[in-house]
């Protein structure tokens, strides 16, 4: 049975025995009980688990999208109806721009981690949770900026405010925005590196356990000598 999957993969394969295309599959209706039971199971396992990490790229791509959109309404309407609700300049709400910019710019990241987290080899387990640390870290910080460039602005353009939960509302979104820029520039230039990160211990544990032996031997040939 020929299945596809959805864009953007388009990868072709039999929903039977979950092969490829381009290769026999005329056993397929057949019951074969050589063990391969597990081979199928394993197979099914690999597709959950790209579906698991498939769904969360596709949930961010929508949300930026959402965001780019929302980007837009801030700068065309949003700045100006705050600003002439609160007696503003304009230019005195470009943290507001600055905050959906720096979320369109996440959701961006966001998406592509959930790529390399599906290549990361299976065998890496510490670099495995180091990176999910990492991009925890970061979606948390980003959901938290997002809630209140959302739900938090709202208010300015639907109620009635006044300064004191302006001049709030102004700090914490900026604190957000900064913390935001801080975590994912940290995931990024750990994934450039290629989690390295990880590496570094375990090299520096090999050094230590190298002197120690070096140190022992040299310990050893003295005593020999005195």
Not at 98 to 116: D, G, P
Not at 149 to 165: G, I, N, P, T, Y
Request: hydrophobic content about 35%; proline content about 2%; aromatic content about 10%.
């Amino acid at each position: 049975m020929h299945m596809t999957c959805a864009a953007p993969c388009r990868h072709h394969f039999c929903w039977v025995c979950l092969g490829p295309l381009g290769v026999s599959h005329t056993s397929c209706n057949g019951y074969n009980d050589d063990g391969s039971k597990d081979g199928l199971q394993s197979l099914r396992a690999e597709v959950k688990r790209y579906q698991h990490y498939y769904e969360r790229w596709a949930e961010n791509e929508k949300s930026r999208q959402i965001a780019v959109n929302d980007l837009k309404n801030v700068r065309t309407n949003v700045v100006s109806e705050i600003a002439g609700a609160l007696g503003l300049n304009v230019s005195q709400l470009d943290f507001l721009i600055e905050a959906w910019e720096q979320i369109v710019e996440c959701r961006r990241v966001l998406k592509w981690t959930y790529a390399y987290g599906y290549y990361l080899p299976v065998g890496e387990a510490a670099k495995k949770q180091f990176f999910e640390y990492l991009q925890g870290q970061a979606e948390t910080c980003l959901e938290r900026l997002h809630d209140c460039a959302e739900k938090e602005m709202r208010k300015f353009v639907l109620e009635e405010s006044c300064m004191h939960e302006y001049v709030a509302f102004q700090k914490k979104l900026n604190e957000l925005t900064k913390l935001s820029k801080t975590y994912f520039e940290n995931l990024v230039r750990a994934l450039e590196n290629g989690l390295s990160e990880v590496e570094a211990p375990i090299e520096g544990k090999r050094r230590k356990m190298e002197n120690c032996d070096k140190t022992s031997m040299n310990k050893k040939r003295q005593r020999k000598v005195g």
